[in-house]
């Protein structure tokens, strides 16, 4: 069953009526730990009694959260023949916005309150999640079931990473989202230009550069290389070309690993990408409609593409259709990685749920299922994590949008190669402040007329040594992990 949630602006709670809320779920203030009751009723003032969960359609349904449209469209049908067979337990999805979900969730975490049994979490917002000590995280520990059942060798081990914490395994990932480079094919052919000959992003500048051609001779491009800016629609691109390069914030274990060599490297090289007489980049915001025209008229002639990044293509920049291939990401060095990774969805159980063996049944019932894994890239562009589902026909089907390309192959072919990407608290705060010295660092290649990474890399070095310094006097302020970085 689907059943919509209240929205984040629902119904306020009076004072007072928390305490007959605690009630109908057999509790009492008294029960609770002083912190926990604060906490309880707080969570209750500010967000709807849905939270609760007091009511459903069936009595005996388990919530199931989750914030994407495209889940839920994938997800009714298999969860109704679930219920209709007489499955246990009866689940009763929900979408829910995502900041929503993830305050709601919080608050039921942090005040030990009901919230769903299963939850869908986006990579964003797994910080939250794991800002506390690895036996205090809301979800249910996975590890031991999935070691016990051979599922750690069933699925891509990098999709695991943003999901993990200490060593630990705290939710089913739901994809593995490689990133190639989509570029405009027909430019490209009728420029006569050869893309084999592109091994790094100094071959992909230097062999494209003839699409950037002054046509009108307005003293401008007609056209730039790539979309990439300082500004903070693209933020995620600069974590994910750091990572690409085996950079990244934070090592496996939370530890700040902000100002390193590699780090430097990359934020030097991208401001010649957006700054001085030879940048190749522009500002083409994703999910927005002036964005979309940009692209669609051919201002740029590459975009970087997660594999769900087709998808979204596919329904915003339909004038691209048939006029679009896919690329293994340039390497920042000869025989270096060629794709990195950028979002992300997970499937967890709450800790506190009753029922964990019918939870993890259903979990891997709906996440392992064949059929799911097929729609899912079908509908969504999606490959699933599930290695012995990738020999399966449907990711050999040519796709018209990227002139027939069988993209499915290519993406798994780029799988194995994924980076890390350890999730912490702090890692939003160490992008913002990787921002701002990169924000920075341009203002100072155009103060100084120097735009060759050779010349910069020093000085974005110390500049990422004062984000490395800011990001650490926000560690040594978590009172509950008492300064340490997990």
């Not at 933020?235 to 430097?264: C, H, K, Y």
């Not at 026909?393 to 990227?402: A, C, K, L, S």
């Amino acid at each position: 069953m689907l059943t919509p949630a209240m929205g984040s602006s629902g119904g306020n709670v009076r004072p007072g009526s928390w305490i007959r809320a605690l009630s109908l779920l057999g509790l009492s203030a008294a029960s609770l730990p002083p912190a926990a009751a604060v906490l309880g009723l707080v969570a209750l003032l500010t967000t709807p009694l849905a939270l609760l969960g007091l009511r459903s359609n069936d009595a005996d349904a388990v919530k199931f959260w989750t914030f994407a449209n495209r889940h839920v469209d994938l997800y009714t049908d298999p969860i109704e023949a679930w219920n209709v067979s007489g499955g246990d337990p009866i689940v009763d999805l929900r979408l829910i916005g995502m900041q929503a979900l993830q305050r709601r969730t919080m608050d039921g975490f942090l005040a030990r309150i009901p919230t769903a049994d299963l939850i869908e979490a986006e990579v964003r917002m797994m910080g939250s999640f794991f800002a506390g000590p690895t036996d205090a995280v809301g979800f249910l520990d996975l590890t031991d079931r999935l070691q016990a059942e051979g599922l750690l060798e069933r699925i891509n081990p990098a999709s695991f990473s943003p999901w993990m914490k200490d060593g630990r395994v705290f939710g089913l990932p739901h994809d593995v989202h490689p990133v190639m480079l989509g570029y405009r094919a027909d430019l490209v052919e009728e420029a006569g230009i050869d893309v084999s000959e592109i091994e790094t992003w100094a071959d992909f500048a230097r062999v494209m550069r003839p699409l950037m051609a002054d046509e009108d001779d307005d003293g401008e491009p007609d056209r730039y290389l790539i979309s990439f800016w300082t500004t903070g629609p693209h933020r995620s691109t600069l974590e994910m070309l750091m990572l690409q390069a085996g950079g990244g914030f934070f090592d496996e274990s939370g530890e700040p690993v902000i100002a390193s060599d590699v780090n430097a490297r990359v934020l030097a090289t991208l401001v010649g990408w957006v700054a001085g007489p030879d940048r190749i980049a522009a500002d083409v915001p994703e999910f927005n409609a002036a964005g979309n025209q940009l692209f669609g008229s051919g201002f740029i002639v590459a975009n970087f593409a997660p594999d769900w990044m087709c998808n979204v293509w596919k329904n915003d920049v339909a004038t691209l259709h048939g006029k679009m291939r896919l690329m293994p990401l340039p390497a920042w060095e000869p025989g270096g990685r060629r794709t990195s990774v950028r979002g992300g969805t997970m499937l967890g159980i709450a800790r506190d749920a009753p029922d964990h063996d019918k939870l993890w049944t259903f979990a891997k019932k709906l996440y392992f299922d064949p059929q799911l894994a097929r729609d899912l890239y079908q509908v969504g562009d999606i490959i699933t994590p599930l290695r012995d589902l990738w020999d399966d026909p449907v990711f050999d089907q040519p796709d018209p949008y990227f002139m027939g390309q069988r993209k499915g192959r290519d993406y798994m072919a780029l799988a194995d190669d994924l980076p890390p990407r350890p999730s912490t608290p702090y890692n939003e705060i160490a992008l913002s402040r990787v921002q701002d010295e990169f924000i920075a660092l341009v203002a100072e290649a155009d103060r100084r007329g120097e735009y060759g990474a050779e010349e910069l890399e020093p000085l974005a070095l110390e500049l990422l040594e004062r984000a490395e310094a800011s990001v650490r006097k926000q560690i040594e302020r978590n009172v509950f992990l008492g300064g340490q970085t997990r």
